[in-house]
């Protein structure tokens, strides 16, 4: 688990991973990069807030974060090393495929997550990742193996 007190300034800001990913309010769960190897290896941060919309109806006096959100924040995560390969400059990251999703800790208001994903298999316009995310205890919250497919098409900004 990352320290935190050690950490001055992000790899990439919020507004910078906007550069590489099209995710946008209210879908957009990169808060920052604190590490980035291109087309290897990504450790980011995203900041759990009560006043995110799902919360209020998951659920009403016990808010908890989704399980497809989760999934959703690791796939934002992991298309950020893809994405930051020059072949891949200004492409989208489409999620493909899921194996191994494992759920084991909830995650509610106040937490800091720290989500890691390291790309285990890269090919053309195709990789693996292993997303894993934690949080400010090191505990494993999620887990997940994903399928990416790099589009063809430029994204649009």
Do not use: W
């Not at 808010?63 to 400059?89: H, N, R, Y």
């Not at 084991?104 to 208001?109: D, G, H, S």
């Amino acid at each position: 688990m990352t320290n935190y007190a050690e950490k001055k300034e992000p790899v990439l800001t919020a507004m910078q991973v906007q550069e590489i990913i099209p995710n946008r309010f209210p879908i957009s769960f990169v808060d920052r990069v604190d590490e980035i190897i291109p087309g290897e290896k990504v450790v980011a941060r995203k900041n759990v807030t009560i006043n995110e919309e799902y919360f209020v109806g998951h659920f009403p006096g016990n808010p908890v974060m989704p399980g497809v959100l989760q999934v959703e924040t690791m796939a934002q995560v992991g298309s950020i090393p893809l994405l930051s390969q020059p072949d891949f400059k200004n492409k989208i990251a489409y999620l493909a495929g899921l194996d191994d999703v494992k759920f084991r800790k909830n995650i509610v208001p106040g937490d800091v997550l720290e989500v890691t994903v390291e790309i285990v298999k890269l090919k053309k316009r195709m990789g693996i990742g292993k997303g894993t995310i934690r949080n400010e205890y090191g505990e494993v919250c999620s887990e997940a193996l994903m399928t990416f497919i790099i589009s063809e098409v430029d994204k649009i900004d």
